[in-house]
């Protein structure tokens, strides 16, 4: 297991470039799947989720090459439709593949993906929405099984918009008979990027952004390259790097619409923000204010950022109120920032963060990808030293953070427990 180690109260200032957005390439690389062709992607962050997602396609039987970011895929030999299980435990968001490969064998066999640590992580609408595009569904022993003659294209109501439902539905649509509807799709930047790269294999979507997703089912698919989206939540963990220890900071690379949510509450904080196209520079202020944080479906404010938020709200002047409205146990990092001195009490979805003026550097222990990040926010602007233990959680979803922190003038080290 690895940890950081770092050392709080160094203000972070300079210029950095965000990396491609995790969320937007995992469906994209699973999509790879569906044109039995060559694949060309820029952009894909290399962390530990698209390695196992790689990892996935080549045991499917896809030819695959990286470097420095370019990755080629080669799906036309796949032979195996079936998800390995203990892959499918240590990324539950591969269900992802479970659509692509639907969509095009018209069968697939995956594991249960497990729960994680911020909730049970259910996936009734994904199998909701197969069985009204016609696909039969087994469920034994912790498998799940489906097939299908052909994929009818139809209207599917979504009871919540969910951004994996939303992506899994397009995905085993691409080659259906006729139309297929989505409604109450999610609206996330991701499901455009992903609509985007679709359409230029050859794909025939519209919607995607809005409510309404319309997939017109096409023939075949033809060889593609496409370069993903920047990743809009490390963008807000980096300005959270400033924020919280009083640097300045110049974003670029990042389509800074897809993060007014986040500078509005960054503003509320009391940061000042200068906003352009595709780069954002932060100057943040002596004391940070606090402020009351609801997460929501975009474009409201996204449940990846809350608890990187919570703790850069740690050591803001007042109490917070802060509303997880996505996950239900989204607060699991709470406890070990209160083992640095933070002044926090749960009830439920709520929790009641009142600012204290400093952290203290302390032993904790990363619980999941955004929470552990939280750890490291918290730890850059305490007094003293913080050890973060099993940060691989942290590692699957940001390339190089340390680097990139460090570049800013913060003092991070890996330490390898072995
Ligand atoms: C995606 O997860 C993201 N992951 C999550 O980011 C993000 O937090 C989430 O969307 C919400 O924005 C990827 O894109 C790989 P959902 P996903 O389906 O698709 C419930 C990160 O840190 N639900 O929109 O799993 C679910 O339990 C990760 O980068 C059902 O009830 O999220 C949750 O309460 C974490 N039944 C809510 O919907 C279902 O069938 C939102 O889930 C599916 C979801």
Redesign the pocket.
């Known amino acids: 297991m690895k940890s950081y180690i770092v050392e709080g109260g160094n203000i972070l200032s300079g210029e950095i470039e965000v990396s491609g957005s ?2 937007a390439s ?1 469906p994209i690389l699973a999509a790879s799947i569906l044109n039995a062709n060559t694949t060309k992607l820029y952009n894909i962050p290399r962390i530990q989720d698209t390695k196992i997602t790689l990892k996935i396609l080549k045991l499917l039987g896809c030819e695959v090459k990286s470097k420095k970011g370019k990755i080629v895929i080669d799906s036309k030999n796949i032979y195996i439709t079936e998800i390995p299980e203990e892959l499918m435990r240590e990324m539950r ?1 591969s269900i992802i593949l479970a659509g692509a490969l639907i969509g095009r064998f018209k069968k697939v066999k995956f594991s249960y993906p497990g729960g994680c640590d ?9 199998l909701k929405a197969f069985r009204k595009l016609g696909i039969k569904i087994e469920e034994k022993s912790g498998f799940i099984t489906c097939t299908c003659d052909k994929i009818v294209g139809n209207e599917i109501s979504l009871d ?1 918009p ?4 939303t992506e899994n539905i397009m995905l085993a649509s691409i080659f259906c008979e006729g139309v297929t509807y989505i409604k109450n799709s ?1 609206l ?1 930047p ?1 499901i455009v990027d992903l609509q985007k790269f679709l359409n230029k294999m050859g794909a025939k979507i519209e919607g995607a952004g809005t409510s309404i997703i319309k997939i017109t089912g096409v023939k075949n698919l033809k060889e593609v390259s496409y370069n993903v989206m920047p990743d809009r ?1 490390e963008a807000g963990t980096l300005l959270c790097a400033a924020a919280v220890t009083g640097g300045n900071l110049k974003l670029k690379n990042i389509e800074t619409e897809h993060i007014e949510a986040i500078i509005d509450k960054l503003r509320d904080m009391g940061c000042e923000l200068e906003v352009e196209k595709r780069q954002v520079e932060l100057k943040s202020i002596r004391k940070i204010k606090a402020i009351d944080i609801k997460t929501m479906p975009y474009p409201g404010f ?3 950022l809350q608890s990187i938020f919570s703790a850069v709200l740690t050591v803001a002047k007042g109490t917070s109120i802060i509303t997880e409205n ?2 239900e146990s989204r607060y699991k990092c709470m406890s070990e920032l209160k083992r640095m001195g933070a002044k926090v009490t749960i009830d439920n979805r709520i929790a009641v963060i009142k600012g204290v003026r400093k952290l203290t550097g302390s032993n904790v222990k990363a619980t999941d ?2 929470g552990g990040a939280a750890l490291l926010i918290a730890a850059l602007s305490a007094k003293g030293k913080t050890k973060i233990d099993n940060i691989e959680y942290i590692l699957r ?1 940001y390339e190089s953070l340390d680097k990139k922190l460090n570049k800013l003038g913060a003092k991070v080290y890996i330490k390898d427990n072995k």
Do not use: C, Q, Y
Request: hydrophobic share 40%; glycine share 10%; charged share 25%.
């Open positions: 995790k969320n995992l968001s911020i909730g049970s992580r259910p996936i009734d609408l994904h919540f969910s951004v994996g439902a999610a996330e991701e939540i996204p449940t990846d996505i996950f990808l955004r979803g």
